[in-house]
């Protein structure tokens, strides 16, 4: 199996600045091109360690994704650090700096003297051409490791992994197949429940069973080779049958994305009334375009928050635009919280009190919205609207 790793850089990825999402992207990318990553690791912008990470990973890793560090400014050391772990000199390309000049005269700007630093290169290395930036990537063998250097913008990164590096992989590599990953997504169990269920599955040799809590949600994954497909999907089954009803989605996307399908097929529009939630439950259902046909958003003590009242505001809110549909969520009273979802067989709801102290302000809000959303779900599902959650104790019910 290749062993393919990534290798991210700067002050601001390691200490936490900003999130490294470029990660989490080629991480999805390769398992998809069957090109799975077995490892990253995180450097900040220090030369020395630049350089003992790369002769490191020269001796382990077939492939090296190097992420960042490519620019023109003095904290930009990839170059440099590829250069002395080779033992080579840095070199010019005359080919970039025309690239570059091209680049800034097309925009009618001059290139700063700066630019200049984005086109030298380790003398072994190959470039990689970067259509949307000023950054060329390049790549070098390494002692046992094939090297590739890239930019750290997202949008010149993706370009360069999808047009350069995965397409050179799959020459170099053409028995290389993406394995099989079976995955669906539960709300309203917790991460133990399930495992203590599954993890007594006996699995085929290569398989493995995964589990990625993300509250409130809890992913459950089934990877494999595909020569083991038959084998997976009957324990798939399995998998299936403990998640239940408790299952919110299967493969990709999300619950807002099926609900709008749903809705969609079924030819049903949907208002929001929001209080404790914030906006929160009709921003997701909007990026999802959800069929809504009306809403409001009611700040936290402006109004009546009993049961008989957010039911009430469904009811209304529903008549009022129109739809078929209504989902209400109130404001929190003593410690407890009502939702309610109007459909044409009649009005249901329920008032819960947030078990979880833990939980934080807004993964609480995160939390009820799932729930709002999870009403719908089980009522487009023919099932009764209310159900019980672990971490959620249902104190009144209609």
């Known amino acids: 199996m290749l062993r393919v790793e990534m290798l991210s850089t700067g002050e601001e990825v390691l200490h936490g600045q900003i999130v490294d999402s470029n990660a989490a992207w080629l991480a999805s990318y390769l398992f998809e091109q069957g090109l799975p990553m077995t490892s990253r690791e995180t450097v900040g912008d220090s030369l020395d360690a630049l350089v003992a990470v790369l002769l490191e990973r020269s001796h382990i890793a077939d492939v090296l994704i190097v992420n960042g560090g490519l620019g023109p400014t003095s904290d930009d050391l990839s170059s440099l650090a590829a250069a002395m772990a080779c033992g080579v000199e840095l070199i010019e390309d005359a080919d970039w700096i025309a690239t570059m ?221 129109g739809t078929q549909l209504a989902l209400a969520v109130g404001g929190v009273l003593e410690n407890r919280l009502s939702l309610a979802l109007h459909t044409p067989a009649g009005t249901h709801g329920m008032t819960i009190q947030y078990t979880a102290g833990r939980h934080g302000h807004e993964l609480r809000q995160e939390t009820i919205a799932m729930v709002a959303m999870d009403m719908l779900r089980r009522y487009l599902n023919k099932w009764p609207v209310v159900a019980d959650y672990p971490w959620l104790t249902v104190v009144e019910k209609v």
Not at 161 to 181: G, K, N, S
Not at 198 to 226: F, H, N, Q
Not at 279 to 305: C, F, H, I, K, S
């Open 101 to 321: 000049e091209a680049f800034f005269s097309q925009r009618g700007r001059p290139m700063a003297a700066s630019n200049r630093k984005q086109a030298q290169i380790p003398a072994n290395a190959d470039v990689l051409d970067n259509p949307v930036g000023t950054a060329c990537g390049f790549t070098l063998k390494l002692n046992r490791c094939q090297m590739f250097f890239t930019p750290g913008v997202p949008s010149e990164f993706k370009v360069m992994v999808e047009q350069q590096i995965v397409p050179r992989l799959h020459r170099d590599h053409p028995a290389l197949e993406a394995p099989l990953c079976l995955r669906l997504t539960t709300f309203g169990r917790g991460e133990s429940d399930l495992a203590s269920e599954l993890d007594v599955l006996k699995l085929p040799e290569g398989v493995a069973i995964g589990y990625r809590s993300s509250s409130p949600i809890i992913e459950l994954k089934l990877t494999g080779p595909r020569s083991q497909e038959a084998a997976m999907r009957q324990i798939w089954e399995r998998v299936r049958e403990v998640a239940g009803e408790s299952t919110i989605f299967e493969g990709w996307g999300g619950l807002p994305a099926r609900l709008a399908e749903r809705l969609l097929e079924q030819n049903l529009r949907l208002a929001i009334s929001e209080s404790f939630t914030g906006g929160l439950l009709n921003w997701r259902m909007q990026n999802a375009d959800v069929p809504l046909a009306g809403g409001e958003l009611l700040p936290t003590g402006t109004a009546e928050e009993s049961l008989s009242a957010v039911l009430a505001r469904a009811q209304t809110l529903a008549e009022r635009s």
